[in-house]
């Protein structure tokens, strides 16, 4: 069973940046789509980019134009480049994979800004 690690949470000041990055323990190769998604304090899980096997990206509405996601298979990585963030933004995010019809979760890193 594959194992996710997350890594670059932190704090930052609104209009900052922060670059995400999720290490699988396996090839990413035959992964059907990776990505992450965030949970605040209070409320459900949502997703905020996906990207498929072949690389198309896809977008929750509140992030487009400010976060993108890449995956490199070579390094068995998936990452999320967050600017313009802003305090909504506050949450835990975790990175997600699924193959085989089995989806996995990372333990989650957070991501707080501040006013």
């Known amino acids: 069973q594959v194992q996710l690690v997350e890594s670059g949470g932190g704090l930052v000041q609104a209009g900052g940046s922060l670059r995400l990055s999720c290490a699988a323990s396996?090839?990413?190769?035959?992964?059907?789509?990776m990505g992450w998604y965030r949970q605040a304090p209070g409320k459900q899980r949502e997703s905020v980019a996906t990207?498929?096997?072949?690389?198309?990206?896809d977008y929750a509405d509140f992030v487009k134009g400010r976060f993108t996601i890449s995956r490199d298979n070579a390094k068995n990585t998936v990452d999320l480049q967050m600017d313009s963030l802003q305090p909504e933004d506050t949450a835990v995010y975790y990175c997600f994979s699924r193959a085989r019809g089995i989806s996995t979760w990372g333990q989650g890193t957070q991501v707080t800004v501040s006013s």
């Open positions: 990207i498929s096997k072949i690389g198309i990206p």
């Open positions: 396996r090839s990413t190769f035959t992964f059907t789509s």
